[in-house]
Structure formats: structure tokens, C-alpha cells
């Protein structure tokens, strides 16, 4: 199917637009519920920030106890919303991305099952077809079979009539009559 593989790159785009308009909403919002800023997003962020610290310090080859590294890791309130909001909205936008993948994964396959159990079709099809005509080859092999078996019969019963093979002098023939141009 091919327009299957741009729908699959263009819809995590086209969301990806759509959601930085539900990024700066959920950032205005979430201040007005104490519930989604205190248990959802800011520990989400927090946690996000503490572990990518952790890992810029383990590419570069930085050791750092566990105090330095919360220390160098706080956010203020206001960029960990911001940063729980991104979050959320990139993680919407490859969970989209990746059930438009696997739905196009899945219309190959129904299309591929789909094309094979019709070659299967065709060949079983051709199968039959084969053995049909096997059986009417070997129909035609038997009736030859038989007719030469009568004309061998005819064949016997012609050679054992009376007078066969013998020079026919019956004088009831008329005489046969040359004639000769002389010039």
C-alpha cells in the first residue's frame, strides 16, 4: 500500500503541530490543578531531569555522589511544569507514531495474508484444472485404446472372410476396352 508509509511519517509530524498548542494549554492549566502539578508532572519532570543529569555525567566520565548530582539537577517549579508538559506531549506523539507504524504494519500483513490465500486460491485452481485434464487425456488414451481394438477386430474379421486376398475372375465384368490413338 503505498500511501501507507508517508501517512505513517506525516501523522507523528502533523500531531507534533497539533500538540505544542496542548503543551502551552497544559502548562496554563496544570498550575490550576493541585493534583496534576504536585503528583503527576512535577515528579515526572524532576525524575526526567535527575536521570538525563545522571546520564550527561556518565557519557562525559564525571563521578559524582548522589547530593551533587540532586543539586545540579533541581528545577524551579515553573521549568519542571514546562518540562512535564513536553514530556507528556512527546510521549503522545510517539505513542501515535508508533500505533501508526504497527497499523501499517498490520495492512501489510492482512494485504500480504490476503494476496497469499489468493495465490493459494489460483493454485489449487490450476491444480484442478490439471487434473482434470489429466483425466480427460487418459479418457481419450482408453477410447483409443478401444477403437484400435475394434479395427484389429474388423481387421480379423476381414481377413478370415472367404476370397480375400484372391484375384477376383468373375466373367460377369465386362471386358475392359483400350483405346488407341494412331496418328
Given at each position: ?124 485452481r490450476i491444480e484442478e484444472n490439471l487434473i482434470d485434464l489429466r483425466r ?48
Amino acid at each position: 500500500m503505498v500511501i501507507g508509509v508517508p501517512l505513517a511519517k506525516l501523522l507523528p509530524l502533523v500531531f507534533k503541530i497539533v500538540t505544542n498548542p496542548v503543551v502551552k494549554v497544559l502548562q496554563r492549566n496544570v498550575s490550576k490543578s493541585q493534583f496534576w502539578e504536585h503528583r503527576v508532572f512535577l515528579p515526572m519532570a524532576r525524575s526526567y531531569n535527575k536521570a538525563s543529569v545522571r546520564v550527561r555525567l556518565w557519557s562525559q566520565g564525571i563521578h559524582r555522589n548522589k547530593e551533587q548530582v540532586e543539586k545540579s539537577a533541581r528545577l524551579s517549579d515553573e521549568a519542571a511544569l514546562e518540562l512535564g508538559a513536553e514530556i507528556v506531549a512527546n510521549s503522545a506523539t510517539f505513542i501515535v507514531g508508533l500505533l501508526a507504524i504497527i497499523m501499517q504494519q498490520s495492512i501489510v500483513a492482512a494485504t500480504e495474508k490476503k494476496k497469499e490465500k489468493e495465490e493459494q486460491l489460483e493454485t489449487k485452481r490450476i491444480e484442478e484444472n490439471l487434473i482434470d485434464l489429466r483425466r480427460q487425456v487418459l479418457d481419450i488414451g482408453l477410447s483409443l485404446q478401444e477403437m484400435d481394438a475394434r479395427i484389429r477386430e474388423l481387421t480379423r474379421t476381414v481377413v478370415a472372410m472367404k476370397g480375400y486376398g484372391k484375384k477376383n475372375n468373375n466373367s460377369n465384368q465386362p471386358p475392359t476396352v483400350s483405346l488407341s490413338v494412331k496418328s
